[in-house]
């Protein structure tokens, strides 16, 4: 197997583990969070405007975690280095 | 299939390059102030107010309660950077509607430099408020050996910044693109839809997280 094949195959192999394994923790992370500020919007609902604030910024930080996993997947298919290093001999023509 | 408007080359001439990023920044700058000049042009403070002077009025007050909301006492005085923020995001991601047009928020230099502009306010706003030392000071609590740590934190606040307004945004406009390769016509607008959704999301995010790092900085130790 030369070494463009295996490039090609542990790329996409890599970018489908990566985003996949990368959404469950944020995934689980955010229903906890959810979960968190519906119990404490059912206690009070007078603080809701500051609760819903504070889920939000707290699910946009939780959320990067897969956005970072999703940014590597996409260079990894889309903008790969090593393959456009391994592919540029034949397509300089 | 390139990954940021940055490879999209308008113009060209020996080494000054004019891609697609800048075109849009700029032609969005001047949309934004042209239409900001119109509309203040005639400003009221009693009797029957225009639709867009109430408009404007809405975003700002709205803007300076947010700002309140945080914990900055004096919300006049960051009401310009982070009302900038929040509305230059919001703008470039909502035009995502118009054909043919790439968010320039969706080029990692146009985040990095919005990240570290955020990075420079925090440390000038800290100064303003407590003075060069007792900015300094603030990276020693609460112990000495805490003070790489605080550096670090402090990188790692603007990088996610930059790869989390990149991260979303560049996404959305590439699953739009690839959908309309495979299911055209109805599929690509539920995607631009929630698109929008997490431009407005993600520009809401980008202003209250800086105000929030800003706040952080300025307040001052109380009993």
Redesign the interface.
């Known amino acids: 197997m030369d070494s463009m094949t295996l490039i090609a195959i542990v790329s996409i192999i890599t970018a489908g583990i990566t985003i996949a394994v990368g959404s469950i923790a944020p995934a689980l992370g955010e229903g906890k969070a959810v979960q968190a500020a519906l119990s404490s919007l059912a206690q009070q609902p007078d603080a809701a405007?500051?609760i819903t604030?504070t889920l939000?910024?707290g699910l946009?930080?939780i959320?990067?975690i897969a956005?970072?996993c999703?940014?590597i997947s996409?260079?990894l298919i889309?903008?790969n280095p090593f393959w456009n290093h391994v592919i540029a001999p034949s397509a300089g023509r | 299939?390139n990954?940021s408007p940055d490879q999209k080359i308008i113009w060209q001439w020996d080494f000054v390059v004019i891609n697609s990023t800048i075109v849009t920044t700029w032609a969005l700058m001047l949309v934004m102030t042209a239409l900001a000049r119109l509309i203040t042009r005639t400003l009221k403070t009693e009797g029957a107010i225009s639709r867009w002077q109430g408009f404007l009025e809405i975003v700002v007050t709205t803007i300076q309660k947010?700002i309140q909301?945080v914990g900055l006492q004096n919300p006049a005085k960051y009401l310009g950077f982070i009302g900038t923020l929040f509305l230059f995001i919001a703008v470039s991601n909502l035009c995502a509607i118009i054909p043919y047009y790439d968010p320039p928020t969706g080029s990692l230099s146009t985040t990095s430099a919005l990240a570290i502009s955020v990075f420079v306010a925090v440390v000038l706003f800290g100064i303003e408020e407590q003075g060069f030392l007792g900015y300094l000071k603030t990276y020693v609590k609460p112990t000495f050996i805490m003070l790489p740590f605080n550096i670090i934190s402090e990188l790692s606040r603007t990088f996610?910044l930059a790869?989390?307004l990149?991260?979303?945004i560049?996404?959305g406009t590439?699953i739009a693109g690839i959908l309309l390769t495979i299911t055209p016509f109805i599929v690509p607008d539920f995607m631009s839809l929630l698109g929008l959704l997490t431009g407005m999301?993600?520009a809401?995010?980008f202003s209250?997280?800086a105000a929030?790092y800003i706040a952080a900085a300025t307040q001052t130790r109380e009993a």
């Open positions: 405007s500051t604030r939000f910024v946009a930080m959320e990067s956005i970072y999703l940014v996409m260079i889309f903008a | 299939m990954l947010q909301e996610a790869i989390r990149f991260g979303n560049m996404s590439m999301v993600q809401y995010i209250i997280l929030v």
